[in-house]
Each structure stands twice: as structure tokens, then as C-alpha cells.
Nanobody
């Protein structure tokens, strides 16, 4: 069983920044593709960003491209989401997810992911 724990969420003003962290268990973390998703009240789960096992391939939702950066540190079993220039519409619970048998490129589809963290709340005020 892979366990994922997110942290780093909080309240921030529009235009500000937050850095989310996801700590993972598992001896084969370096082989997982990792993704970040978010869900606002009354909304469907939305893809945010994903990163390949090596960190060499990254994908971003159009809504966050240029503002958010996904990265990973396999030595620490961790994945990060640096969020800059935050907007009120970024308000959501953010989840990290692991695809333990990924394709060559990471997936943008939540059904591909095998394990999920509990989520961390990000609230952006105007």
C-alpha cells in the first residue's frame, strides 16, 4: 500500500504564492508518475499537473501553465507543486496521486492513478 500525505496548503491573497508538498511511502517511488489534482465545492475533480518518474516530462492544465511548477525529489520520496500568481479560482482541495505503472508520459486522467493523498486546502482571497 502506497501512502501519500499532502501539506503546505493555507490561506493566501490573490497574487501570492504557496508551495505544496506530497510525501510518499514506497520503495519504488522513483518509478511512479505523480500528479496533482484539485477539487472545488460543487465542481468535478480537475487535473492540475503531472510529472514522469524521471522528472523529465511535465504536463500542466491550461489554467495553471506558466504559474505552477511541478517537481520531484526521488531521494526524499516527495513531489512538490510551486504555485505562483495565485487567483481566487485556484481555491480548492489539492490532492497528489501516484501512478505505480506509468506510461512513458504521465497521465492527465485521474482514473489512471492508483493512490491518493487526503488533500490539502488552498484558499485564495481577493
Amino acid at each position: 500500500q502506497v501512502q501519500l500525505v499532502e501539506s503546505g496548503g493555507g490561506l493566501v491573497q490573490a497574487g501570492g504564492s504557496l508551495r505544496l508538498s506530497c510525501a510518499a511511502s514506497g520503495r519504488t517511488f522513483s518509478s511512479y508518475a505523480m500528479g496533482w489534482f484539485r477539487q472545488a465545492p460543487g465542481k468535478e475533480r480537475e487535473f492540475v499537473a503531472a510529472i514522469s518518474w524521471s522528472g523529465g516530462v511535465t504536463y500542466y492544465a491550461d489554467s495553471v501553465r506558466g504559474r505552477f511548477t511541478i517537481s520531484r525529489d526521488n531521494a526524499k520520496n516527495a513531489v512538490y507543486l510551486q504555485m505562483n500568481s495565485l487567483k481566487t479560482e485556484d481555491t480548492a482541495v489539492y490532492y497528489c496521486a501516484a501512478d505505480v505503472r506509468p506510461s512513458l508520459t504521465p497521465s492527465k486522467n485521474y482514473v489512471r492513478y492508483d493512490y491518493w493523498g487526503q488533500g490539502t486546502q488552498v484558499t485564495v482571497s481577493s
